[in-house]
């Protein structure tokens, strides 16, 4: 077992649709305390929109609830995102891990009672609201939440349009290539990609945003600005790669496929993979080359346990369990203090982070004629694997 999956034990159950992704530690990147993105949150949810389903729980939560709250409720989320200390209080969460991809995560918190807290992000916020099922979050009560960086805490994306906030960020993470320099040399671009040398050689991560990403790498927008002009050139170039694909593989597969042998390149992968198979072989190495970045956060659904939903983020607020977190992640955290043992190889400063690898929109649910929806990105992804 490796250290990616230590955690994954006795307080975790993996979703029935298979293997599990990422870190997927979406980052919203800062700079000079300003959000910086590919047109920042606020802009890329402004036309997304929508709001949270009404508590279920009646009156108002208080103070005096939450330091009462104690027992069990159920999580669901990237493995790589849970970590013991997150459960050393009075509440427990049992911990589903996210199987596939991120596509799925509205399907699977739909249904009332299935989940009480989930991992969201940044990029799909609007497909959050679309279902009517988040609680909205009263900040005033936790007791950790001025640790979390500024400027995180207060980006619009984290609103419904009733103003109201429904997520608490996490963790932050960059998407990022790995090749094996024993093999092949430095692609520097995605052009180089296409060369002789990389034939055969490349393993994609499966994951529906890779479409965001080749974006970056080609010199395109993001999403929510991404048209389908942008798209057809995209499929363009994935075409063109054909030839150079080995595998597809989920989150954490890279690893094995780098220790047989059978890629040289994978497009992409994240920090607590590589900081981990870099041990085994120091041939390995990482770049921001087409990066992405990612902010996850955590939710809380409609239901009868948002008191003890609510304390539980109060726990994993605090600084023992976000520092767990971080080391676990190999990504920094939205509590700063948690990240001073990070490597600054994969884990830079929050302000470096802003100028290496733009903040990944969300594709929009409604289809205005002219941008890319997630429906018609999802396709896309699928349709490419499928043609293998």
């Not at 077992?1 to 298979?18: H, I, L, P, V």
């Not at 346990?305 to 109060?314: C, H, P, S, T």
Request: with cysteine; aromatic share 8%.
């Amino acid at each position: 077992m490796t250290d990616s999956t230590r955690y994954m034990g006795e307080a975790n159950t993996r979703d029935s649709d298979g293997l599990s992704r990422r870190s997927f530690l979406h980052k919203n990147l800062i700079l000079g305390g300003a959000v910086v993105a590919s047109g920042s949150l606020a802009g890329l949810l402004s036309a997304c929109g929508g709001s949270g389903s009404d508590s279920t729980s009646g009156a108002a939560i208080t103070a005096a609830d939450l330091k009462a709250a104690k027992g069990t409720i159920k999580g669901y989320g990237w493995g790589s995102e849970f970590v013991p200390k997150m459960n050393a209080g009075p509440v427990k969460a049992k911990w589903t891990e996210i199987g596939g991809d991120a596509a799925q995560i509205p399907t699977k918190i739909k249904p009332a009672g299935s989940f009480d807290v989930f991992t969201s992000n940044a990029g799909q916020m609007n497909q959050y609201f679309a279902i009517d099922r988040l609680a909205p979050i009263d900040t005033s009560l936790l007791t950790n939440y001025g640790s979390v960086n500024k400027t995180l805490r207060e980006d619009p994306a984290w609103r419904g349009e009733d103003g109201k906030i429904y997520a608490v960020p996490l963790i932050l993470g960059s998407a990022l290539m790995a090749w094996n320099s024993k093999d092949v040399a430095e692609p520097k671009s995605l052009q180089d990609l296409l060369k002789p040398e990389y034939e055969g050689a490349i393993g994609l991560y499966d994951d529906y945003q890779m479409i965001a990403t080749v974006a970056q790498g080609l010199g395109l927008p993001q999403p929510p600005n991404l048209t389908k002009d942008h798209l057809a050139q995209i499929k363009e170039y994935l075409e063109e790669l054909r030839p150079q694909v080995k595998t597809f593989y989920p989150f954490g597969g890279e690893a094995q496929l780098f220790g047989r042998g059978d890629i040289a390149v994978a497009y992409n992968t994240f920090a607590s993979l590589i900081v981990n198979e870099k041990k085994s072989d120091p041939n390995l190495r990482t770049s921001y080359l087409s990066s992405v970045t990612y902010a996850d956060a955590l939710s809380i659904l409609a239901g009868d346990n948002e008191v003890e939903a609510l304390a539980w983020i109060d726990q994993v607020l605090a600084l023992p369990a976000m520092t767990e977190l971080a080391e676990f992640g190999q990504a920094p955290t939205s509590v700063e203090a948690a990240n001073v043992g990070l490597s600054k190889e994969v884990a830079p400063e929050l302000s470096e982070l802003a100028k290496l690898s733009p903040f990944v929109g969300p594709f929009p649910v409604e289809d205005d004629g002219d941008k890319v929806t997630v429906q018609e990105a999802t396709a896309s992804w699928s349709e490419y694997k499928a043609s293998f």
